[in-house]
């Protein structure tokens, strides 16, 4: 069974149920989602400050990031309280718990698909995320030469069509690629740069859940880029 389904006094089912009742709206939301048993302490500003200071021991240190998986493990076997969600790609070289220092079990929250757009599921894995586990941070994480955003790139600049569902994720990417066509640099990472700070600001205009506790000083939701090359995040927002 999915712990995320059993996890803390509101269950996932009990969240849907509410919402489904029209109980969680606006600012009935904070009262309405109970928190987990657990909640995280770390602020949104410490959180960021753990990444970075993760990341950096990600590229000075790489053999210091070796996590103590079976510690962790049965520490967090019954609860979790992840302090940061991270949205990411896919891509196989984009893993977030290695890329912020070696972060073990029950830290992230992490959703990834290719090109880290933010679906319908997505947003929802968001708000279960802060409204429910407590989570005071949200990374938009694109990274350099993205396969989904150059594909985008392509779709605009070439007519290119992709099959399947990949149409569809491409086309999600489109805007970013378009608002980032003629700028100086390169097209591709300008519209890495274009899509993450996009979809952040999205992620908290557009999700009642998420803006109420940005409002409230409780959530913060930021963009950044990973550098494939230097292995560095750089925070954009
Ligand atoms: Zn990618």
Redesign the pocket.
């Known amino acids: 069974m999915c712990t995320l389904c059993d996890e803390g006094r509101l269950s996932r089912r009990g969240f849907l149920s509410l919402a489904a009742a029209g109980v969680v709206s606006g600012l009935a939301a904070s009262a309405a989602l109970a928190a987990p048993a657990a909640v995280t302490t770390v602020t949104a500003d410490e959180a960021l400050a753990r990444l970075r200071a993760g990341n950096e021991r990600y590229v000075e240190a790489p053999a210091l990031c070796a996590a103590e998986l079976l510690q962790r493990r049965e520490q967090v076997a019954t609860s979790q309280a992840p302090w940061a969600t991270i949205v990411s790609?896919a891509?196989s070289r984009?893993p977030p718990e290695l890329l912020f220092g070696g972060l073990g079990v029950g830290e992230l929250f992490v959703a990834r698909n290719?090109?880290n757009i933010v679906d319908t599921a997505t947003m929802g894995t968001l708000e279960y995320g802060a409204g429910v586990l407590g989570v005071p941070l949200i990374v938009v994480l694109g990274?350099e030469r993205?396969?989904?955003?150059a594909a985008a790139c392509e779709a605009v600049e070439k007519g290119t069509r992709f099959p399947g569902a990949i149409g569809a994720l491409v086309e999600a990417i489109v805007p970013a690629v378009r608002a980032a066509a003629g700028r100086p640099g390169d097209f591709v990472d300008n519209a890495v740069r274009e899509s993450a700070l996009r979809t952040a600001a999205r992620i908290a205009r557009e999700s009642g859940i998420v803006a109420e506790r940005v409002g409230a000083g409780r959530l913060k939701v930021v963009a950044a880029r990973y550098d494939l090359d230097a292995g560095r995040v750089e925070f954009l927002s």
């Open positions: 790609c891509d984009v290719a090109g990274h993205c396969g989904a955003v």
